[in-house]
């Protein structure tokens, strides 16, 4: 039986110091939030950058400032429609 693969990425919202978590389904999707996020985070850590115990629940850490608050407002929208019409 094979390991399925870990599409996650979290992120840490600077203007109110949480994290969100968010596992994607395929990975069409998660590469498509990669690269959108890779846009407006200040930050990327990848999974072999990050703390073992962290990297065994992510692939990506990114760090989003707050003037990047509404556009990372509208991804988790986009993300939370798309769940679903699925």
């Known amino acids: 039986m094979t390991k399925p693969q870990n599409l996650t990425i979290m992120c ?11 596992r994607f389904a395929n990975e069409k999707d998660y590469e498509t939030a990669r690269a959108f996020l890779s846009e407006i985070a200040r930050l990327h850590f990848t999974s072999n950058e990050l703390r073992p115990s962290l990297s065994r629940e992510v692939t990506d850490y990114y760090f989003i400032e707050e003037q990047q608050r509404d556009a990372f407002g509208g991804f988790m929208q986009k993300l939370s429609q798309g769940r679903r019409h699925s």
Request: net charge neutral.
């Open 12 to 22: 840490y919202l600077a203007w109110c110091g949480a994290e969100v978590k968010h």
